[in-house]
Structures are given as structure tokens and as C-alpha cells.
């Protein structure tokens, strides 16, 4: 496609597989602070239920109902109590161990280092991600994903999240590109698809699961291989 110059890409779920490094970091989390010990016998359990308390968190954070603070210690707290263990320190505890462990994690998904390979002889390459600022570098040069990004634009830099369509002009100027010659590449049905259509930005839905969501972008693939048929 001739006409493209700059692509964004989400970073969570599209290229660093966050689930598999989430919950290899729990895992570690759970040993090194004896879990089954203070009253939590199942491993397992402890992930799924720790889950649950973070999706249902992260949804009013995106919806600036909460503050990162709050979640990134009361996700922890809700997990704990749970278990009938209520122990704040704990949680405060797990809360800060989570975010210095798991962004060291380097599990991507398949192809992700040739897609970019790829794209970078012909496309300037950047990030735009909704995650915490002190934790996405960190997964990038961690990853090996640092060299092939010239812009990581995260939201909490900017002051809007995805799908705000303000954090994706602050990525247009700050990459000086503009939306005719841009692409958004992404997971999220929401946020990267349908924030970019409110950007005025071109889209590649990565749709992995093959979710039916009513979206319609302007390419969608089942993997990052497919990228190379579009691009």
C-alpha cells in the first residue's frame, strides 16, 4: 500500500503476548511470597479470581472512574480477601512486585519480530498503548522490541487513553505524520479499531480470537503473518 508512510501499533495483546507474560509473572509471585501458605492453596485459582478483579478494575480506570494507585494495589486486595485473606501490606506488596516482575517477561506472539522486520524497510514504525508509562519501555527493551519503534506514545503521557481520538492526533504531530498516510494496527476492537476510525486513521484489526464484534476496519487478519498480504 503506497499510500502508507507511518504505522501504529498497540503493544498489549497484539505483539507482547500480555496474558502468558502475566501470568508467568503471577505464578512467580506466588511462590516467592509463600501464597499457599498464608491461605491461598491453589495457584490456579488465585490467577483466575486475580483476573476477574483486574478486568472489572481496569474498566473503570479506562473509564477515569479510578486511579492507577488504587488499581494497581485493590486488584491485589480484592484477590487476597477473596481467599479470606485481608492483609493491605500484602497487597501493596504484590501490587509493586507485579509491576517491576512482569514487564521483564519476553513472550510475543508468533511472527512478531518478522512482521516488524518486515515493515520497518519500508514504514516508519511507532506505539501507541494504553499501558503504564514505567512498564511498556520496559516490556519493549526487555522484548527486543525497542529498535523498531521510533515513537512509543502512551496514554498516561498524553493525559487520554484509546479510544480518545485526541492521544491519536498527539501520536500523528509527535510522529509528524498524517492520517492519510497512517495505519493503526491492533488487538482491541474498542480501542484500537474504532478509535482510529474516530481519528480519521486507517486500521488492521489483529483478530485473533476471530471475535465477532460488529467492527468493520479497513483490513482484519488472524494473525501477524497476514500483515505481509496488506502492507
Same mark, same amino acid.
Given at each position: ?39 491461598? &492453596? ?14 472489572? %478494575? ?25 481467599? +479470606? ?17 512482569? &514487564?521483564?517477561?519476553? =513472550?510475543?506472539? &508468533? ?7 518486515? %515493515?520497518?524497510?519500508?514504514?516508519? %514504525?511507532?506505539?501507541?498503548?494504553? +499501558? ?29 487513553? =484509546? ?30 479499531? =474504532? ?18 464484534? +460488529?467492527? =468493520? ?15
Amino acid at each position: 500500500m503506497g499510500k502508507y508512510k507511518h504505522i501504529f501499533f498497540d503493544l498489549d495483546r497484539t505483539l507482547w503476548d500480555f496474558e502468558q507474560n502475566a501470568t508467568d509473572a503471577l505464578i512467580e509471585m506466588y511462590v516467592e511470597e509463600k501464597l499457599k501458605s498464608a491461605g491461598i &492453596p491453589d495457584q490456579d485459582k488465585f490467577i483466575r479470581i486475580y483476573r476477574l478483579f483486574n478486568r472489572e %478494575l481496569w474498566q473503570q480506570f479506562k473509564e477515569n472512574e479510578i486511579t492507577k494507585d488504587y488499581l494497581k494495589t485493590e486488584r491485589f486486595y480484592r484477590t487476597l480477601k477473596h481467599f +479470606g485473606v485481608e492483609d493491605y501490606e500484602l497487597a501493596g506488596r504484590l501490587g509493586r512486585q507485579y509491576l517491576t516482575i512482569s &514487564p521483564t517477561k519476553k =513472550k510475543l506472539f &508468533p511472527y512478531s519480530i518478522e512482521i516488524l522486520e518486515y %515493515l520497518r524497510k519500508k514504514y516508519q %514504525l511507532h506505539i501507541i498503548t494504553n +499501558g503504564f508509562k514505567e512498564v511498556q519501555f520496559v516490556k519493549l527493551e526487555h522484548s527486543g522490541l525497542s529498535p523498531f519503534f521510533n515513537e512509543v506514545i502512551t496514554s498516561e503521557a498524553v493525559g487520554y487513553k =484509546k479510544p480518545d481520538s485526541r492521544i491519536f492526533d498527539f501520536a500523528l504531530e509527535k510522529a509528524n505524520a498524517s492520517k492519510n498516510e497512517s495505519i493503526m494496527i491492533g488487538d482491541d476492537a474498542e480501542a484500537d479499531i =474504532k478509535g482510529a476510525q474516530n481519528a480519521g486513521i486507517d486500521q488492521v484489526y489483529v483478530n485473533f480470537h476471530h471475535s465477532v464484534n +460488529g467492527v =468493520k476496519p479497513t483490513f482484519e487478519v488472524n494473525s501477524l503473518e497476514e500483515i505481509e498480504k496488506i502492507l
